[in-house]
Antibody, heavy 118, light 106 residues
Framework: QVQLQESGPGLVKPSQTLSLTCTVS??????????WSWIRQPAGKGLEWIGR???????NYNPSLKSRVTISVDTSKNQFSLKLSSVTAADTAVYYCARERRGFLGYWGQGTLVTVSS | EIVLTQSPATLSLSPGERATLSCRASQSVSSYLAWYQQKPGQAPRLLIY???NRATGIPARFSGSGSGTDFTLTISSLEPEDFAVYYC????????FGPGTKVDIK
């Protein structure tokens, strides 16, 4: 059973870069036809897809965030990562990583709260 | 961008009742639609994909239907653990989610 776990700072200052890592266990990140995705959810609000990466390194990003987002993968560590630059209070949210197949998100991490505040 | 709308925003029902949730897309998404359940403090859980296929381990009381722009999630008889927020999601171009329907206890 694949499991995903997000990690990273819970507090980021405005204008800085948010960095999170998702560690995948219970299977190789390189096996199967899967994309590895990031999704976020502000408190009390809905879900927003941020972007995804294939193990080849191919990426797709939400157009509304594309200029600030970088997703990368480290297959040797079975991890993938999110960087979101120039953050503001509007980027405060629970960030989830997930495994995506054919556009649907079948396995999710538990989520990690990131607060943007000085 | 394909916009999803969900109705109603809140559905107040009693255990044992039938729940019918609607999701409408701003343009056709064919059958590329999923439903997720989210409980407080938890990650969303995939229930239905490709409009009508139950994900692994999902009880048969959950069913999905529809194609094109109009979709329905039906819970045939609500169990206590089914009271939650339900989101639809489409996968054309890039994934987008609906705003959610909260199913709460009447």
């Amino acid at each position: 059973q694949v499991q995903l776990q997000e990690s990273g700072p819970g507090l980021v200052k405005p204008s800085q870069t948010l960095s999170l890592t998702c560690t995948v266990s219970g299977g190789s990140i390189s096996s199967g036809s899967y994309y590895w995705s990031w999704i976020r959810q502000p408190a009390g609000k809905g879900l927003e897809w941020i972007g995804r990466i294939y193990t080849s390194g191919s990426t797709n990003y939400n157009p509304s965030l594309k200029s600030r987002v970088t997703i990368s993968v480290d297959t040797s560590k079975n991890q993938f990562s999110l960087k979101l630059s120039s953050v503001t209070a509007a980027d405060t949210a629970v960030y989830y990583c997930a495994r995506e197949r054919r556009g649907f998100l079948g396995y999710w991490g538990q989520g990690t709260l990131v607060t943007v505040s000085s | 961008e394909i916009v999803l709308t969900q109705s109603p925003a809140t559905l107040s029902l009693s255990p044992g009742e039938r729940a019918t949730l609607s999701c409408r897309a701003s343009q056709s998404v064919s059958s590329y639609l999923a439903w997720y359940q989210q409980k407080p403090g938890q990650a969303p859980r995939l229930l239905i994909y490709d409009a009508s296929n139950r994900a692994t381990g999902i009880p048969a009381r959950f069913s999905g239907s529809g194609s094109g722009t109009d979709f329905t999630l039906t819970i045939s008889s609500l169990e206590p653990e089914d009271f939650a927020v339900y989101y639809c999601q489409q996968r054309s171009n890039w994934p987008t989610f609906g705003p959610g329907t909260k199913v709460d206890i009447k």
